[in-house]
């Protein structure tokens, strides 16, 4: 909401043309940067009370108000560090959702569980990677996972592409694993030619 205001309308105008014209080859935008995280507090939220109850509520609340403030800072590129109580609080919901989402889908329903499980994914990957930790993963890391999870949750086949500012988009082979720009990262995980990457 706050990079592309114009252009990302724009784009979103042109797939909703494209997909109406050729419904037998639908284009869909899928986010892959942990930001703006309202909409995700909300739906975790949710599934916590009806699942966990108040005590898990509870804890939830008090790492999500440092996640809000913490991105309210980060569209204005100011201190969005995120504390280690947040951190391992937001990692211990994810891994709680994923380990009981079987039983969770039946009394809640797979779509509700599973939108869940995504937010909570995506409020845990901005805390880690605003967390400083010497074991935090980036955000280009993060935006590399996303974007092959979209891949391998779509039809055999699917292509992508890959929009991002060039410090994200940039290949740099010199730079470390845990510092390597989410184009490192694709290349490496898709082995893509070089040609391809300039295009």
Do not use: C, K
Not at 111 to 136: E, P
Not at 153 to 171: E, F, I, K, M, S
């Amino acid at each position: 909401g706050w990079i592309g205001r114009r252009t990302i309308p724009e784009l979103t105008e042109w797939v909703r043309r494209w997909n109406v014209d050729h419904p037998g080859d639908r284009v869909t935008l899928v986010g892959v940067d942990a930001h703006d995280h309202a909409e995700a507090r909300a739906r975790v939220r949710d599934v916590l009370a009806r699942a966990f109850g108040q005590t898990v509520v509870a804890r939830f609340d008090t790492a999500v108000a440092e996640i809000a403030r913490a991105d309210s800072q980060a569209s204005v590129f100011d201190n969005s560090s995120v504390g280690a109580a947040t951190h391992r609080t937001l990692v211990e919901i994810v891994a709680r959702l994923d380990a009981d989402a079987p039983l969770l889908a039946r009394s809640l329903g797979d779509t509700t569980v599973q939108a869940a499980r995504d937010a909570a994914r995506n409020l845990m990957q901005f805390a880690d990677f605003n967390a400083g930790a010497s074991d935090s993963r980036s955000r280009d890391w993060y935006m590399a996972v996303n974007l092959l999870r979209a891949l391998d949750q779509a039809p055999a086949g699917t292509r992508a592409v890959y929009w991002a500012h060039n410090a994200h988009v940039a290949v740099a082979p010199s730079r470390s694993p845990r510092f390597r720009t989410s184009g490192g990262l694709l290349r490496e995980a898709l082995r893509l030619l070089p040609d391809v990457l300039r295009l």
